[in-house]
């Protein structure tokens, strides 16, 4: 796959006929059928490090289940980089994860509806110092339970792998692990780094997208 530029914005939108969105079904069906056993309600998007097109991958097949009919609720567990924002034309709510997290503001405030049919966001929301202790809550727990019954699928983006705990803390929430490797950008001792961390909390990785070709 290749990045989709930012300002084409989510190109399974922008352009679901091209070759690139294809790319981008093809992920959403191996996914599918990758477990004959379970079907996956919440997946988590990762890469080793920075760059390498997690978040335009979490964004775009979000998209692609939602052209599906599907309910879908992108969630940006990125909390110290956010950046879904730049995907979509409509603003995001101020409110988010955090304050969710924090009890600040309810479910209700802090969900924002896409341009896109049948996809919301779960923005980051307010900036917090301790964003590792907030995801590792057990109130996120129960907020991603709860979630699961207004939602077909959740996809949560989150930050490098490499540099932060808070993926491992969001791969213990999920069903499954999507790996995204950049060309040229994560080395293979990092890869295996990200593949052993994630076997340490023994979370499933469902497989990897080999990005920016």
Known sequence: ???????????????????????????????????????YKVLLITSAV?????????ANLA??????GHKVLLLEGDLRQPSLQQFFRKPLGRQGLTDLLTGHHPLSECISESEIPD??????GTATPKPSELLGSE????????????????????????AY???QILATLSDGVVL???????????VKRVK????HVHAEIIGAVFNQT
């Open 50 to 58: 920075s760059g390498e097109g997690k978040t335009t991958t979490a």
């Open 139 to 162: 109130r996120l727990k129960r907020i991603l339970s709860e979630l699961s019954q207004t939602y077909d699928l959740i996809i949560m983006d989150s930050p490098p792998s490499i």
């Open 1 to 39: 796959m290749a990045t989709a530029a930012v300002e084409q914005g989510l190109i399974t939108s922008v352009n679901p006929n091209s070759s690139l969105s294809e790319a981008y079904k093809m992920l959403r069906t191996n996914i599918r059928y990758s477990s004959a056993e379970k079907a």
């Open 119 to 124: 996809l919301d966001v779960l923005p980051s």
């Open 165 to 167: 705990a808070d993926a």
């Open 63 to 68: 998209v692609t289940y939602a052209q599906e």
């Open 180 to 190: 995204v490797i950049g060309d040229g950008m994560a080395s293979k001792a990092q």
């Open 196 to 199: 052993h961390s994630m076997e």
